[in-house]
């Protein structure tokens, strides 16, 4: 807003201070050094500015360019402790949002009907699990689960506060084809976002995730779908900023293909820049935001390397392409069986090189697949498999740390989860 008022100081209201300074000054009472402009306050050392300054006879005229680093409104302080906490070393994300549809294939792999009373059975045995929810910080909801209960009435949103996590949301609408591409896609949701992100903070929900995905191929990704799906988490991230849901920016590569680790660097570095030049451009708070990166690994039809070899080609990607100013990385297991992904993440953890923002994770089917052969649908095995789901908990804990030892390794936890062109 600009106050214009006749023979008034013309007066600048930006986000972080207040800018004011004379529109018509006579050239008398001014003294112009080449050392100093006074008026410019020192907390503007943050912004961008041009000064320019135009003398004539009468008058000394100031023009001010400002261009705004980060959006910062009334939710700035809570984003910035949210994404903070959601990093906290030690803890991680339970990714509970699959869809009504996927994970209807989850439980028609135990052999159970995909009915609300079964998915929020499943919820509610995770999200009850005796000692899990201090490894966790955040919890990602489907819309249906952000709003069920406990079969004792309790919402699920004040059984995780309780446990000290904070209930996220996922709200993209899934991925389409993009046209002009040969297959590739871009994830639509972006109409009514701002609404839903409102209710879903009345609700309880402080944190959100939106998904992009592209593939490598002999053409793939093409600056197309990059620039498409790094605009569209762009303008998904202020969108849930301006409404108090801290972002998860998670543009995942997917695994699928014969190509090597060396190829998927590239790709990731490509790819990671561009999210985080089109987070710029919107003005998005990078500190009130977390990163959801696939780990650089070979394709799946390629020869495998070790975790150490993915800890460094992972973290140098990072390095060449993270903002400081992220609080956490929290990756997405990709299809890797749950002892990979929590022996790759102890990998990264365990390396001696800079690293200046957390590194921890945002597991589904790697915190998921055993817990859910063990339960099978069935009350006589809710203590076996919440077990199951503790120890798989507490092995990312420490992996999170570099401190893991293999002692989550539980029967089913080396098998593949790899599905091609996986959909939420």
Same mark, same amino acid.
């Not at 106050?3 to 972080?16: E, R």
């Not at 014969?258 to 003005?283: F, G, M, T, W």
């Given at each position: 807003?600009?106050?214009?008022?006749?023979?008034?100081?013309?007066?600048?209201?930006?986000?972080? %201070?207040?800018?004011?300074?004379?529109?018509?000054?006579?050239?008398?009472?001014?003294?112009?050094?080449?050392?100093?402009?006074?008026?410019?306050?020192?907390?503007?050392?943050?912004?961008?500015?041009?000064?320019?300054?135009?003398?004539?006879?009468?008058?000394?005229?100031?023009?001010?360019?400002?261009?705004? %680093?980060?959006?910062?409104?009334?939710?700035?302080?809570?984003?910035?402790?949210?994404?903070?906490?959601?990093?906290?070393?030690?803890?991680?994300?339970?990714?509970?949002?699959?869809?009504?549809? %996927?994970?209807?294939?989850?439980?028609?792999?135990?052999?159970?009907?995909?009915?609300?009373?079964?998915?929020?059975?499943?919820?509610?045995?995770?999200?009850?699990?005796?000692?899990?929810?201090?490894?966790?910080?955040?919890?990602?909801?489907?819309?249906?689960?952000? &709003?069920?209960?406990?079969?004792?009435?309790?919402?699920?949103?004040?059984v995780l506060k309780e446990g000290g996590v904070l209930p996220g949301i996922k709200v993209d609408k899934g991925a389409v084809e993009l046209a002009g591409t040969i297959g590739?896609?871009?994830?639509? #949701?972006?109409?009514?976002?701002?609404?839903?992100?409102?209710?879903?903070?009345?609700?309880?929900?402080?944190?959100?995730?939106?998904?992009?995905?592209?593939?490598? $191929?002999?053409?793939?990704?093409?600056?197309?779908?990059?620039?498409?799906?790094a605009n569209g988490l762009a303008r998904y991230a202020i969108i849930c900023q301006e409404n108090g849901l801290v972002p998860i920016v998670e543009p995942e590569i997917l695994?699928?293909?014969?190509?090597?680790?060396?190829?998927?660097?590239?790709?990731?570095?490509? =790819?990671?820049?561009?999210?985080?030049?089109?987070?710029?451009?919107?003005?998005?708070?990078?500190? #009130?935001?977390?990163?959801?990166?696939?780990?650089?690994?070979? $394709?799946?039809?390629?020869?495998?390397?070790?975790?150490?070899?993915?800890?460094?080609?992972?973290?140098?990607?990072?390095?060449?392409?993270?903002?400081?100013?992220?609080?956490?990385?929290?990756?997405?297991?990709?299809?890797?069986?749950?002892?990979?992904?929590?022996?790759?993440?102890?990998?990264?953890?365990?390396?001696?090189?800079?690293?200046?923002?957390?590194?921890?994770?945002? &597991?589904?089917?790697?915190?998921?697949?055993?817990?859910?052969?063990?339960?099978? $649908?069935?009350?006589?095995? =809710?203590?076996?498999?919440?077990? %199951?789901?503790?120890?798989?908990?507490?092995?990312?804990?420490?992996?999170?740390?570099?401190?893991?030892?293999?002692?989550?390794?539980?029967?089913?936890?080396?098998?593949?989860?790899? =599905?091609?062109?996986?959909?939420?």
């Amino acid at each position: 807003m600009i106050n214009k008022s006749q023979n008034q100081p013309l007066t600048f209201l930006y986000p972080h %201070t207040t800018l004011t300074f004379l529109h018509r000054l006579p050239l008398s009472s001014f003294i112009y050094s080449p050392n100093s402009l006074p008026f410019f306050p020192s907390q503007f050392s943050h912004t961008k500015h041009s000064p320019s300054l135009l003398v004539s006879s009468c008058f000394i005229f100031f023009h001010l360019e400002i261009i705004m %680093t980060a959006f910062v409104g009334k939710y700035a302080d809570e984003l910035i402790k949210n994404a903070a906490y959601i990093g906290t070393p030690g803890k991680g994300i339970l990714a509970a949002d699959e869809s009504t549809g %996927t994970i209807g294939k989850r439980l028609s792999s135990i052999n159970v009907e995909n009915n609300e009373a079964n998915r929020r059975a499943l919820r509610e045995l995770l999200f009850t699990t005796p000692g899990a929810l201090q490894y966790l910080s955040g919890v990602i909801l489907f819309e249906e689960t952000l &709003y069920q209960n406990t079969t004792s009435g309790k919402p699920f949103v004040e059984v995780l506060k309780e446990g000290g996590v904070l209930p996220g949301i996922k709200v993209d609408k899934g991925a389409v084809e993009l046209a002009g591409t040969i297959g590739e896609t871009t994830t639509q #949701g972006l109409d009514g976002l701002a609404k839903r992100c409102q209710d879903y903070y009345a609700a309880g929900a402080r944190f959100a995730k939106w998904r992009a995905v592209l593939k490598i $191929g002999p053409n793939e990704p093409s600056q197309l779908a990059i620039n498409e799906n790094a605009n569209g988490l762009a303008r998904y991230a202020i969108i849930c900023q301006e409404n108090g849901l801290v972002p998860i920016v998670e543009p995942e590569i997917l695994v699928d293909g014969p190509h090597d680790i060396e190829k998927c660097a590239e790709v990731s570095e490509r =790819v990671l820049a561009a999210c985080y030049k089109a987070l710029n451009d919107h003005h998005v708070l990078l500190e #009130g935001t977390l990163l959801k990166p696939n780990m650089v690994t070979p $394709g799946s039809e390629s020869k495998k390397v070790a975790p150490e070899v993915i800890a460094e080609y992972t973290v140098r990607t990072l390095l060449r392409t993270v903002p400081a100013a992220v609080p956490a990385i929290v990756f997405l297991s990709g299809g890797q069986s749950e002892e990979q992904a929590t022996v790759n993440l102890n990998a990264m953890n365990k390396l001696q090189t800079k690293k200046p923002w957390s590194l921890s994770f945002s &597991y589904g089917r790697a915190l998921q697949q055993s817990t859910l052969k063990a339960w099978s $649908g069935k009350v006589e095995n =809710v203590e076996k498999a919440q077990a %199951t789901f503790l120890a798989r908990a507490k092995g990312n804990s420490e992996a999170t740390l570099g401190k893991y030892e293999g002692g989550a390794a539980v029967e089913g936890a080396t098998e593949s989860l790899h =599905v091609k062109d996986y959909k939420y």
